[in-house]
């Protein structure tokens, strides 16, 4: 089971949607999203922190998230999923935390195959000029391997793969990877997403099989289906990222999504700001519409200011804002309601909330009141 958990970005894919989409959870959201469910009776042993950033990007909220999981679910075993960039100097720590499994994705060993394919690197706070970066990057990686090879973690790496960029590459991937301890390589087809900044053609399955051969000759080879891949998913085997599997989801007792907007079209409203909700949700005929609008609890009252607005919204699984503090984000998810952080238009959100794609019906947009 994976945990979007990373936030904060330290690098971007030039074939990478360019869009914002919804951000990662804060540590207590995660777990109180892992405890719900459990609860209802998944059935997996581990959990890895992924995307939609990088964990490595913000150690502290990792190194958090890990501990309240260890705290509750001390059998449990964790993973990440990492560019690597900080990983060496992290590595005692994540151990210490209980990480077991670790991927990287490496996809390339080479600096003018990796040039080509990021659009940025950022190894610290600012992002550096890319051939100084790429550089540090291959460092970054080889350390992380050695950082984390013979300390009982399980250690794997995945790659995705760019027709004319690192398809001939992939062997030489494996091979070096295999060298360094690697134990698995996770192979996904690049996949066209709408809102890149460039599209690729899609890998021939001549193409992967003949990538598969390669890499099976160094390392246990796991297939990411190209279902999988368009949407961030990969098998809990190798734990990568899955952004569409860990959002929140509508429920018997929560059917509902409030939102707050200024008006009606996009979430633009801080939430401490807000005075109003938009209440999406299923009709009787099942279709997902603006529902109503509801008062929310004025400014000025603290904690107790979301532990109102937590009744207010106790039909709901989510509340969709521009910006929230720590505190209603915590408390909130506390009482069973994520807060999702976006500037999206609210009818492609609820839509992919409610199991749709991109764009909303005639009937998800409304006017706030």
Not at 137 to 149: G, I
Not at 262 to 285: C, F, N, Q, W
Request: charged content about 20%; glycine content about 10%; aromatic content about 4%.
């Amino acid at each position: 089971m994976e945990l979007p958990v990373a936030s904060r970005a330290n690098n971007r894919i030039r074939f990478a949607a360019t869009g914002e989409s919804l951000e990662g959870m804060s540590p207590v959201e995660a777990l109180a999203w892992l405890a719900e469910t459990v609860d209802k009776g998944a059935a997996f042993d581990g959990v890895t922190l992924a995307g939609p950033g990088d964990p490595l990007a913000d150690l502290g909220s990792t190194l958090e998230t890990l501990r309240l999981i260890r705290e509750k679910y001390p059998e449990m075993e964790l993973g990440i999923t990492t560019l690597g960039l900080g990983a060496e100097q992290a590595a005692e720590a994540l151990l210490q935390a209980g990480v077991s499994r670790v991927t990287l994705l490496v996809d390339g060993i080479d600096l003018e195959i990796i040039r080509k394919l990021y659009a940025w690197i950022r190894p610290g706070s600012r992002t550096v000029p890319l051939p100084t970066a790429t550089e540090l990057l291959l460092s970054e990686q080889v350390m992380a391997m050695n950082a984390f090879a013979g300390n009982g973690c399980t250690l794997g790496i995945k790659t995705t793969i760019y027709p004319g960029y690192n398809d001939g590459h992939a062997e030489d991937i494996a091979r070096i990877m295999a060298s360094l301890g690697a134990e698995f390589m996770a192979v996904a087809s690049y996949v066209p997403v709408e809102g890149e900044e460039a599209l690729l053609e899609r890998p021939s399955p001549e193409m992967m099989a003949l990538i598969y051969a390669q890499v099976e000759k160094y390392l246990r080879l796991i297939v990411i289906p190209e279902q999988k891949a368009a949407h961030g998913q990969n098998c809990s085997d190798c734990g990568c990222q899955s952004a569409a599997s860990s959002q929140p989801k509508p429920s018997t007792e929560r059917p509902n999504v409030a939102v707050v907007s200024s008006g009606g079209m996009e979430v633009d409203l801080h939430l401490g700001h807000a005075t109003k909700a938009l209440i999406y949700g299923p009709r009787e005929d099942g279709l997902t519409c603006l529902l109503e609008t509801r008062s929310l609890p004025e400014p000025g009252f603290g904690s107790a200011r979301w532990e109102l607005l937590a009744d207010i919204l106790k039909d709901c699984f989510a509340l969709l804002t521009a910006s929230a503090g720590e505190s209603p984000k915590k408390i909130l998810a506390g009482r069973g309601i994520r807060v999702l952080i976006t500037n999206d238009d609210i009818a492609g959100i609820v839509d992919v909330l409610y199991g749709g794609g991109k764009k909303g019906s005639q009937c998800r947009k409304g006017k706030a009141v």
